[in-house]
């Protein structure tokens, strides 16, 4: 105690990186031969976009589970709230620390705040180091051969491939290094202070009760990749369109979190292909998917609004349609089209929607009813529990046809069959739409059935079920005539390509 008191801490300021193994701030603090002072500031004002509802019930029990690794290492995770930088500062000074350690949030506005944090902190004697924790490769860092950023997935990911970034080496010693924390540091709040509990519903059911197929923190990442590559990695590739097998990772709010690393996940898959060729295909597949991820975050550092402005700006008068009705009907899950109302179920029962279903319910709010991609892109960003300032903004647009490398125009997913071929048997729909029985008999009629009227879906037999909101047909037509008005106008303004 009396060593720690006698030495200044660095403090080692949590953001978006609540894990403790592979993290380069976490070895940095460790590695200095100093007491350190980990700590997690709740600051919504510099926020660059306020969590959702989803993902503060995530943050909530990651912020719980490092609390208590940092126990088990003698130490503890202080809690505060309120402007961050006012609180570094303050800590800073008072405890004589020179060194706060920090990740890159690799976002955009974060990143500005960043510098003002650095500049204040440089007024009083002390440095900010920030450390890549989160991504494989800064943003950006790979270039075209003309030296600019990608903005199409393909010759990024060939690029990345061929940089040997993703050929990980890990060292998987535990941490070790001095964690004890002297009493005397600040006490900080209860977790429960920051308020990141949802609020019971009117109806005093509790909305997140469904979200317990999930096991936030460090320990549960690691469980969930185990169990991933153990059961599925060997038919990732041709399964995971599949929501009724459902037989993906399941990492995406782990990572969103940073309770795992990439380089992790890269290299514990490695290491199962080594031990099993078999798994050689799926886990090709598996490291493209990861591979979106980073082409995500290219994209939100060439457009930091990019939940707000379209990537192609000539989207920028677009006709979409104001449409209450249509839009309460598609978060409610009550469109009518069974693939699409059970994935909005999903989300709002699970906090997680099958990333096939993302895009045909997607698909139907910015085609077939034509409303603006940002109001979905919202309420995905409030009930997903892994909604990512990069991914869902940039998915968002790939579907809706603004974003670079985005969905032809003429591409409109037809939810019927799209259900047919991913939900074969039904079994995805009937999970989230009561009376949706598995009736593989009416299914295989509904095949074979040359009458367009018997191609619909069963979901007409459903009692209390609703009718579609909108003909699929007539709908496509729309979408296909006001998406063709905007590309005409494009050409004629020639403004692309
Ligand atoms: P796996 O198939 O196991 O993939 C492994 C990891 O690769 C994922 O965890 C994720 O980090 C990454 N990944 C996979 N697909 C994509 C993709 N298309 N784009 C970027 N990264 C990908 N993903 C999010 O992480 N957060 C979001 O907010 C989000 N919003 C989306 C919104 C829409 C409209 C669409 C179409 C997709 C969205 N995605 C988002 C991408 C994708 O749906 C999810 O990453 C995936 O479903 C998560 O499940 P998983 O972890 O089992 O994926």
């Known amino acids: 105690m009396e060593k720690h008191d006698a030495k200044p801490p660095v403090i080692l300021w949590f953001r978006s990186d609540l894990r403790l193994h592979d993290h380069a701030g976490v070895a940095a603090a460790l590695a200095s031969g100093q007491p350190v002072l980990p700590v997690y500031i709740w600051d919504e004002n510099t926020a660059t976009r306020p969590l959702g509802a989803a993902s503060k019930w995530w943050l909530h029990r990651s912020l719980a589970a490092l609390g208590s690794d940092l126990r088990g290492r003698g130490s503890r995770l202080i809690i505060e709230r309120g402007n961050a930088q006012i609180i570094l500062a303050g800590l800073a000074q008072e405890f004589k620390a020179r060194t706060i350690i920090c990740s890159h949030t690799f976002d955009p506005e974060t990143e500005v705040h960043d510098r003002h944090l650095s500049e204040a902190l440089a007024d009083i004697g002390a440095e900010l180091h920030r450390h890549n924790t989160t991504l494989l490769t800064l943003p950006n860092s790979l270039t075209t051969q003309a030296g600019q950023p990608f903005r199409v997935f393909t010759p990024f990911y060939k690029a990345l491939q061929a940089s040997g970034i993703c050929d990980v080496r890990l060292n998987s010693a535990p941490v070790t290094g001095e964690w004890s924390t002297p009493d005397r540091w600040p006490q900080g709040l209860a977790l429960e202070a920051l308020g990141l509990e949802p609020k019971p519903t009117p109806s005093g059911k509790d909305w997140a009760a469904g979200f317990d197929g999930f096991k936030p923190g460090e320990a549960g990442a690691r469980g969930r990749l185990r169990s991933f590559l153990k059961n599925h990695l060997k038919t990732y590739a041709e399964d995971r369109d ?19 690393s990439p380089q992790r996940i890269l290299f514990e898959t490695a290491k199962a292909v080594e031990a099993d060729q078999e798994l050689t295909v799926g886990a090709d597949k598996f490291r493209a998917e990861l591979a979106w991820r980073e082409f995500s975050y290219g ?9 707000r402005v379209n990537f192609k700006r000539d989207f920028d008068s677009f006709e979409w349609r104001d449409d209450d009705a249509g839009f309460g009907a598609w978060c409610r899950g009550e469109t009518g089209y069974p693939m699409v109302d059970a994935g909005m179920r999903e989300l709002w029962q699970t906090g997680y929607m099958h990333n096939r279903v993302r895009m045909v319910a997607a698909s139907f709010l910015v085609k077939h009813l034509l409303i603006d991609w940002r109001r979905g892109e919202q309420w995905f960003w409030d009930c997903l529990l892994d ?12 579907v809706a046809g603004c974003g670079a490398d985005a969905a032809p125009y003429f591409r409109i997913f037809n939810p019927i069959t799209q259900a047919e071929k991913f939900d074969p048997k039904g079994q995805y729909r009937a999970r989230y739409i009561p009376g949706y029985a598995q009736d593989d008999m009416r299914l295989a009629h509904m095949k074979k059935s040359r009458d367009p009227a018997e191609k619909v879906d069963k979901s007409h037999h459903i009692p209390d079920y609703t009718q579609p909101i909108v003909d699929h047909a007539l709908a496509r037509e729309r979408a296909l005539a006001t998406y063709k008005r905007r590309s005409d106008d494009m050409y004629r303004h020639g403004d692309e390509e």
């Open 299 to 307: 994209l939100l550092a060439q457009q930091p609004r990019l939940d």
């Open 242 to 260: 599949r929501p009724d097998l459902d037989l993906t990772s399941h990492l995406s709010p782990h990572l969103r979190f940073g309770e795992i």
């Open 387 to 398: 909604a990512d300032p990069a991914n869902n903004p940039a998915s968002w647009q790939w």
